[in-house]
């Protein structure tokens, strides 16, 4: 069979994500190509890809530039429903590749001209595309390689479908992993959508609520706010991890919300998750003493007994009122709390207490 080993590597793929970058350029070489991609999108515009080695350079640019919005010939390809490769000069008109900003400002400087692609939409939401790419010189792609590449075709949807599916399930079952540990916990997508969660969840309702339409809304503002400032912030940049706190309500204790990035390895592009969510309650019995604080941080005796007072989920009125000072002296207090640990915000100081365990508390 003409071929068998790429499509081999291809279906190894499914289950290797490293092999992915092989299979770019096989697929590359078979039709003379400079580079061939392989590109995930999502519901929240995650952009994640690998390449051909050749093309390393030029794919970091173009997946942080503004170009990447300007690509007319997804939505063209979709039109058409080809269900096959399909080459620009086909998808656009001589003026239009005349003028393009993507072939002007991206593809001619680094003397390529020339592209040809296929789009799978995937049941899980992923938009899959394979793009080639060849030099100006070389002419268009012919429609002898669009039928070469329509003969991969079929062994390439369902590797690409496969590696979506395996990495949904790793996801998933490493969330019921954390249910056996006691860990409630739900994996946030790029959007913010709930993509799986583990029956412990339940049990913060309203603190945190799963929708019906796969969203997680918090109780309390504040949260939702600090949720959505994390989402935001990371978008197309490598997230980073947070915690804040959630107040108690008639029936819950506080709790706090940690936020614990998904990173894993660039070329695992069909990972749709970014963040683990897991939820510890306020166990009043495990709050560090107002000592272990005071040793940790360099407190005063004071300010540890405040610090010990905002992680059990008092605010700053029912602190002084325990305490019989001033509300004023509180925040004094606070001020100083902040700047001996090095944080900026009340709320990320009282989650950190919050995560400390005394030793032993989890030893069998």
């Known amino acids: 069979m003409q071929h068998a080993k790429l499509i081999d590597t291809i279906y190894e793929a499914a289950f290797i994500p490293e092999l992915w970058q092989e299979v770019c350029v096989g697929l590359s070489d078979c039709v003379d190509g400079f580079s061939a991609a392989l590109i995930t999108l999502t519901e929240g515009s995650s952009f994640r890809w690998v390449c051909s080695p050749a093309a390393q350079e030029g794919m970091e640019f173009f997946a942080k530039s503004p170009l ?90 369902r ?113 749709q998750a970014r963040f683990f969510l897991i939820v510890t309650p306020v166990d009043r019995s495990r709050v560090p003493s107002a000592e272990t604080i005071q040793g940790l941080f360099d407190l005063s005796p004071a300010e540890a007994r405040v610090a010990r007072s905002l992680s059990l989920g008092n605010d700053v009125a029912r602190t002084a009122a325990e305490f019989s000072i001033a509300t004023e002296t509180v925040r004094s207090h606070i001020r100083s709390i902040l700047g001996k640990s090095g944080m900026s915000r009340q709320a990320d100081f009282v989650a950190a207490v919050s995560s400390i365990r005394p030793l032993g508390d989890d030893v069998m």
Not at 210 to 236: C, I, M
Not at 237 to 253: I, V
């Open 68 to 157: 990447r919005f300007q690509n007319v010939r997804p939505q063209r390809h979709l039109a058409l429903s080809t269900f096959s490769f399909t080459r620009d000069i086909d998808l656009m008109t001589e003026e239009e590749l005349a003028t393009d900003p993507i072939y002007n400002e991206f593809l001619r400087p680094q003397g390529l001209g020339w592209t040809v692609g296929d789009m799978v939409l995937e049941p899980s939401g992923h938009t899959i595309i394979f793009d080639l790419i060849r030099e100006t010189d070389k002419g268009p792609f012919g429609e002898q390689d669009v039928a070469l590449l329509n003969t991969l075709r079929p062994h390439l949807a």
């Open 159 to 271: 590797a690409a479908t496969m590696s979506s599916r395996l990495e949904f399930e790793r996801i998933n079952a490493a969330v019921q992993a954390l249910e056996l540990t006691g860990l409630p916990a739900a994996v946030i997508g790029a959007s913010g959508k709930v993509l799986t969660a583990n029956a412990l969840m339940q049990k913060f309702e309203p603190q945190v609520v799963l929708t019906a339409f796969e969203k997680v809304v918090f109780g309390f503002a504040e949260a939702n706010a600090k949720f959505r400032e994390v989402l935001d912030s990371g978008e197309g940049m490598r997230p980073a991890g947070c915690s804040f706190p959630l107040p108690k309500t008639e029936h819950n204790a506080p709790a706090v919300v940690h936020l614990v990035p998904i990173c894993g390895d660039a070329r695992d592009i069909f990972a």
